[in-house]
Structures are given as C-alpha cells and as structure tokens.
C-alpha cells in the first residue's frame, strides 16, 4: 500500500517538459544564475497547466464554431476572452489573416497555376484549347 503512493507520487512529480531544455531557457535570463530543481519544477508545471488551459479554451471555441480542428483564429479568441492571458499573450500571436472574397481567392488561383512552367516533355492543357494564330481550326 505504501508502495503504491510512493509511485503515485513519483509519477506526480514528473513533468512533461525535459528538464533540461527548461532549464537552458529559464538561464538565457541574464539576471538568473542557478535554478533549483525546486524552481525548475514549478516553472515546468505552471507552463503545462497554462498551455493546457489555452487547448481547453481553444477547443471550446472550435466547438462553438462547429469546427472540428482547432486553428490559430480559435486560440486568439480564446485568449481575447481570458482578460489575465490577453494582456500579455495577445500582442505575440500572429496576425489573423486578412479576410478574402470568393472572387479574389480564385483569381489568386488562376494565377498560381499560369505561373508554373510544364515539365519537360509535356504542354500545358490551356495552349491545347487556345485559338491558333491563324484563326483556322484543324481538319480531320
């Protein structure tokens, strides 16, 4: 039995970060010089509990938007509405990305797609339907 809560604690303990790679980030402060492993453990832990609560947050979001793959926009709103984390956080999100019309987004295809060249060996299909020079059509 006593065996048993000696695991549970041991595995309580443990933290999903390396220690190390924590560690190596907590020194390039300049004004820290040794990190306790007491401090080491706090700092892992608290950075798992918060970025669990930004999945929580998110995930609820893509919910509400009947969305099932949580993207970048749902982690914004979900850090806009959490006013302690907005403060801080929302200045180093990436802008979202500026709102397209159907028009502009299949232009932008079109384009993409004329920019390419063939490869080597092959036509392009459009140059297939395209009016000769001449103006007259092929006979059979």
């Given at each position: 039995m006593a065996e048993e809560e000696e695991n549970?604690?041991?595995a309580s303990i443990r933290t999903e970060f390396p220690a190390?790679?924590?560690?190596?980030?907590?020194?390039?402060d300049k004004e820290v010089n040794?990190?306790?492993?007491?401090?080491?453990?706090?700092v892992s832990r608290s950075t798992e509990l918060f970025l669990r609560f930004l999945a929580e947050k998110s995930a609820e979001v893509a919910t509400e938007?009947?969305?099932k793959i949580v993207k970048s926009e749902h982690l914004r709103i979900a850090v806009k509405r959490h006013r302690p984390t907005s403060d801080f956080l929302l200045d180093s999100l990436p802008a979202p990305p500026a709102p397209q019309s159907q028009e502009e987004a299949s232009v932008g295809?079109?384009?993409e797609v004329?920019?390419?060249p063939a490869p080597a060996g092959t036509r392009r299909i459009d140059?297939?339907?395209a009016k000769s020079a001449s103006g007259a059509s092929p006979s059979a």
């Open positions: 549970v604690e041991e190390g790679r924590v560690k190596k980030i907590m020194r390039l040794k990190v306790t492993s007491e401090a080491l453990f706090i938007k009947k969305r295809r079109k384009r004329a920019n390419k140059a297939f339907f």
